[in-house]
């Protein structure tokens, strides 16, 4: 049998192949794309035409297409956000400085943009400050306390994005300098 057309009718449905031979007794594969461009329900005419003596068939077929979602969370050592050195009594000494990282996790399922990571004030500070996250990935950003004089700090850094939907964008930050 050969087939000479494969169509759908619209392009959120498209073949792999739109002719092709099979051989008697045999069979052949196709793989049909779905590609929603809504968070709708779709549904099309799938048509293969041959020189079959059923000639031309048809199928349905459907799918629904889901909003995009990028969805930001923050992970890390569970002590990160309390920014502290095990010498000095728990502090970091005036004049250094102590850095610690976290994630940014992206569990959606498009890009995440990340436009902006601010660490609060000029004793907090974050690198990089701007990035792109892919779906099901983490993005790796350190935070370094510089303490300016002695005392407490404390910041709030702030994760500014495109996510669609929010686990955690922001983390309480502290330090005591010495």
């Known amino acids: 049998m050969t ?7 619209d392009g959120v449905f498209t073949a792999s192949a739109t002719s092709g031979t099979v051989a008697a007794g045999g069979s052949g ?3 049909l794309t779905f590609t929603p461009t809504a968070a709708t329900s779709y549904s099309s005419t799938l ?4 020189d079959a003596t059923s000639g ?5 077929v459907w ?12 992970s890390g050592d569970p002590s990160w956000a309390d920014i502290r050195a095990d010498d ?11 850095s610690v990282t976290f994630n940014i996790n992206n569990t959606g399922n498009r890009t995440l943009a990340v436009s902006g990571i601010d ?15 892919a779906a099901g990935a983490s993005m790796t950003v350190t935070v370094t306390f510089t303490p300016s004089g002695a005392g407490n700090f404390f910041g709030a850094m702030v994760v ?13 930050l502290s330090g005591i300098g010495r």
């Open 47 to 50: 048509t293969v035409t041959s």
């Open 56 to 60: 031309t068939n048809t199928t349905t």
């Open 88 to 98: 000095n009594g728990g502090a970091v000494l005036v004049g250094s400085s102590l």
């Open 63 to 74: 799918g629904t297409g889901i909003a995009a979602t990028r969805i930001i969370g923050i």
């Open 119 to 133: 660490a609060g004030n000029s004793v907090f500070t974050a690198s990089p400050t701007s990035g792109t996250v």
């Open 3 to 9: 087939w000479s057309g494969l169509s759908t009718g």
């Open 29 to 31: 594969t196709v793989t």
């Open 160 to 172: 500014s994005s495109d996510a669609t939907s929010l686990v955690r964008n922001a983390e309480t």
